[in-house]
Each structure stands twice: as C-alpha cells, then as structure tokens.
C-alpha cells in the first residue's frame, strides 16, 4: 500500500473510532470489519463488486469476506436487522448502540466512494429501511 492509501486507511478507522462512538482503533477495524461483511450480503453481486474496486484491499475483503452458497437478496430487511446482525458479526449485540459505528462506517464509506454514481447504486440497491440508514450518514470529513 501507498503513504496516500495508508493515509486514507487511518482516516477512515480514526472517523468510525470519533463519529461510531468507539473506545479504540481495534473496535472501530471490527465495527469496519462487521459492517462491511453485513453490507455485502444485503448488495447485489454487481453493486458489491463496483464497491469494492473503490475500497482498498483490506476493507473490499471484508466486504466480499462472508460465503454464502446460495444468496438471496433481501429487498425487505430492516434496518433493526440489518444493525443487529453487524452487531453480531462485530462483537456486540446492542442493536441500539450498533447504529453509531454502522452510521459511521457508511460515512466512511463514502469517502472511498466518491463517485456519486456508486454511492447511488449503493442506496437504490439497499432495502428502504438501511437506504435511510445510508443516507443519514455523514460522508467522512464533514
């Protein structure tokens, strides 16, 4: 990796950390890690891929990390479901407090996605309930 990829990388983690209400690094790169492997199951095969060629290496293999042998989109999932299973998948089981750190990965997120056209896809691909997630989160560095 790059000075400038590293860079961003710490940026990243340092936002989730300050906005996601985390302690350290090392919860912030599990919330990241959780939320990304969460996010990828609920995108469709082409809008994940379109992601992850925006992301660096570590966070695009979290988000292609979980193997699912058939996998079924579901247009329907709730944001209640969503938070609880990145939750899960982070350590944590408080749905509640689970909507800061994924708020704040979502942000994050959209830091690397600066093509308006993925962040679009990203949020017309979600279920209602996590697009609003999506949208209520603060790109990082604002």
Do not use: C
């Amino acid at each position: 990796m790059t000075h400038s990829e590293i860079k961003e990388l710490d940026d990243y983690y340092q936002h989730i950390q300050r906005v996601g209400n985390v302690r350290t690094l090392d919860h912030a790169k599990r919330w990241s890690d959780g939320v990304l492997k969460t996010l990828g199951t609920s995108l469709h095969r082409k809008v994940k891929k379109d992601l992850a060629k925006n992301l660096p290496p570590e966070l695009a293999r979290s988000l292609n990390g979980v193997f699912w042998l058939l996998h079924f989109h579901d247009p329907t999932l709730s944001s209640r479901e969503f938070l609880r299973r990145a939750g899960r998948r982070s350590g944590n089981s408080n749905s509640e407090f689970a909507r800061y750190p994924t708020l704040a990965v979502f942000g994050g997120l959209k830091m690397f996605a600066a093509d308006s056209e993925i962040e679009k896809e990203i949020a017309e691909d979600l279920s209602p309930e996590i697009r609003q997630l999506w949208d209520q989160a603060q790109p990082a560095g604002e």
